[in-house]
């Protein structure tokens, strides 16, 4: 997301004089250096912080990598849930045993760094899984060093499938979807555990998302039942296809789809959120601003689309069934799809080449996507957990005053302080922003609370922030 830092300026000189900074929006546009050209007056804000770690984590990933996993995992035939299990070779037993055992190759590379392990659940009595069928997600955990029951999430999906969704048996190769999931999710893994962080990172191959999302809710259940502190999940469904069934070949975009207010949402909320905004605050929409950002910092050539909506229209993925329980949740996927590639037997009628095969993939832009995902999930978890009880009061009053409570200070070591953050209510990203320093009150003068929203973030000793708090329950992300 690109936007206009004439806005910023403006509202910087004719409001606010002082210790401000601008960090946010136009981190794409805007060199560090830029950055405090602009604003070199300032005494006590934290200046935007270039981290190398994460530079070199977007370095690191390997399209060779990637472009081997997807071969290996096409190379089962079908990954269908209802194909077969016991076979070595053929099916999806075999690819969630070969997954399970390229995490536990990583796991020996790291010292055994990650907990490797199988969740699943038998389902049966659904239209698309009417017989007693084990759905197995591959799961793999690198646990935080400080505040190991905070979690970051990313994933892909094991199966695949053809025209017909029940069709178990023909060859359904599902390069791009959704072996591109797993393969960045592995590459991913891979990666990240060469590092240590504050919060813990999930790794995970789900089950059963074109039977209707079952492996999705299964570990969000478990994540639920684990009372994880599950602060955002980085679903990965396509993202390797770069020529679009329009006629678009691009490989410098990527969508984010975010859903609006949440599904748990109770009816007393929803009354308060019609007088205090939050429509467009939901924890999953700052997540995808938060991803939005990372973009921007470092990964070259690449521009997000922050999508306000849940999936793609009339369509589902595995971040729904964590949005259901009320966890901030995304999808990443490519901009461009090819419908001729996807859930299609494989075959040629008309001169139209059907079919969801290897050469449908782009590896390099498989690898940046899911070098997205790696700096996103490393800059959360190395952030202090986001700020909890947000509030805000400030009606019929000059100023705007949030407050929120201290991070649990074992968890957070690492620990600065907060930052707060507003934009205009139809900016789509975070414009300006002030670091307040290690308190649990804020308060802006002279800004108006009617004209912006606000919303605060954790800040680390080394300058990795969280993503940005709206407050109330519309933007919680829990404590
Ligand atoms: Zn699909």
Known sequence: MKSSYYTLRKVSLGLITGSLVFAATTASMLSSKAVQAIENTSTSALQFTDQTDLHNIAQAMSAKRIETDIRTLVSFGTRHTLSE???????????????????????????????????????????????ATEVVNVIAIQKGTSDPTRYVMMSGDIDSRVSDVMDFSSDSPGANDNASGVAGTLEAARVLSKYKFHG????????????GLFGGKILAEHAQKNNWRLKAVLNNDMIGNIEGVNGVINNTTARIFAEGTRQTESAEEARLRR??????????????????????????????????????????????PFNDLGYAGVR????????????????????????????????????????????????????PTPPAKVSISGAVQPSTTLSWAAADADQNPQLKGYKIYWRLTDAPQWQYSKYVGKVTEATLENVVIDNYFFGVASVSEDGYESPVVYPGAAGAFGE
């Open 200 to 211: 813990s990172i999930v790794y995970a191959a789900l089950s059963g998302e074109e039977q």
């Open 332 to 383: 990443i996927m490519e901009t461009n799809e090819n419908y001729n590639r996807q859930h299609q037997d494989l075959r040629t009628e008309n001169g139209i080449v059907y079919g969801d095969t290897i050469d449908g993939v782009d590896f390099d832009y498989a690898a940046k996507l899911t070098a997205l995902n790696a700096v996103s999930l490393a800059g959360m978890a190395n952030a």
């Open 85 to 131: 299990t016991e076979s070595d070779v053929r099916g999806i037993g075999a690819a969630r045993r070969w997954i399970k055992s390229e995490f536990d190759k990583i796991s020996a590379e790291c010292g055994g760094c990650l907990e490797v392990f199988y969740q699943s659940q038998v389902i049966s009595g659904e239209r698309r899984i009417p017989n």
């Open 275 to 320: 007088f205090t905004g939050g429509e467009v605050d939901s924890p999953s929409r700052n997540l995808a601003r938060y991803i939005d950002l990372m973009a921007d910092r470092y990964i070259a050539n690449l521009d997000t689309m922050v999508i306000y909506r849940l999936d793609r229209f009339r369509r589902g993925g595995h971040h729904r």
